[in-house]
């Protein structure tokens, strides 16, 4: 059984119209991130929540948001797409450890600006 | 400073035959967690495998196996008998404390296809 689903797995917006990407996990876990990944590249953290305290990547932009209601979802909204924000966005959860625990990822929402 | 490196954009290997990937990492912190993922093109990604930085013995999980060498911060991920099914992309990533959250550092992934 899928233990962090992402919904929907294929969006497809305008140029400028804002989207909503959603994550939920059944694990439990007190991290959880958000990456962008484009083509044949690795992917690269925007944001992570630990429990409810919010962490923004120094180099992310204004225009990528999240929230996270309760422990179970997260979501990335994209206030005002452009066509470089085309990607595949890749929810994880994690516990924290000092060894790092093992990163969970969803199947990914690939996203078209059109 | 680039935490993680691999060499090989891409990789062919022999169905059946085993593949070893190549992983460096750079980091200072005694405690940390080294993984390996793949990438199919649906673009899920999926856990391989992990070594602990104090784990004596090398992770092994069926197929796969990581030769993790401390000294040179290397942890090369190897493939035995390799399947179609092995053709993706593989990241290795390093997972260390960072203000009391673990931070992932993804390798620029190695391309793996299996001939028949």
């Known amino acids: 059984d899928a233990m962090v689903i992402q919904n929907p797995r294929y969006q497809v917006t305008q140029f400028g119209k804002p989207v909503t990407l959603s994550c939920s996990q059944t694990?439990?876990?007190?991290?959880m991130y958000w990456y962008q990944q484009k083509s044949s590249q690795a992917p690269k953290l925007l944001f992570h929540?630990?429990?409810?305290?919010?962490?923004n990547e120094a180099d992310t932009p204004d225009n990528f948001q999240s929230r996270r209601p309760n422990t179970s979802f997260c979501f990335l909204d994209i206030r005002s797409p452009g066509l470089g924000d085309a990607a595949m966005y890749l929810c994880?959860?994690?516990?924290?450890?000092?060894?790092?625990?093992?990163?969970?990822f969803g199947a990914g929402t690939r996203l078209s600006v059109l | 400073a680039q935490k993680i490196t691999q060499t090989q954009p891409g990789m062919f290997v022999q169905e059946k035959e085993a593949v070893t990937l190549d992983c460096t990492y750079d980091?200072?912190?005694?405690?940390?967690?080294l993984f390996w993922y793949k990438q199919p093109s649906s673009g899920e990604m999926i856990f391989l495998i992990y070594?602990?930085?104090?784990?004596?013995q090398n992770a092994t999980e069926g197929r796969y196996s990581l030769n993790f060498q401390k000294a040179r911060k290397s942890a090369n991920l190897v493939i035995s008998a390799s399947q179609l099914g092995d053709s993706a992309m593989y990241f290795c990533?390093?997972?260390?404390?960072?203000?009391?959250?673990?931070?992932?550092?993804f390798g620029s992934g190695t391309k793996l296809n299996v001939k028949p």
């Open positions: 070594q602990g930085s104090y784990d004596q």
């Open positions: 694990l439990n876990h007190n991290v």
């Open positions: 929540y630990y429990d409810k305290d919010f962490n």
């Open positions: 994880a959860t994690s516990r924290v450890s000092k060894w790092g625990n093992i990163q969970y």
């Open positions: 980091t200072s912190d005694p405690s940390y967690g």
């Open positions: 990533a390093m997972s260390d404390l960072v203000d009391n959250f673990n931070k992932f550092y």
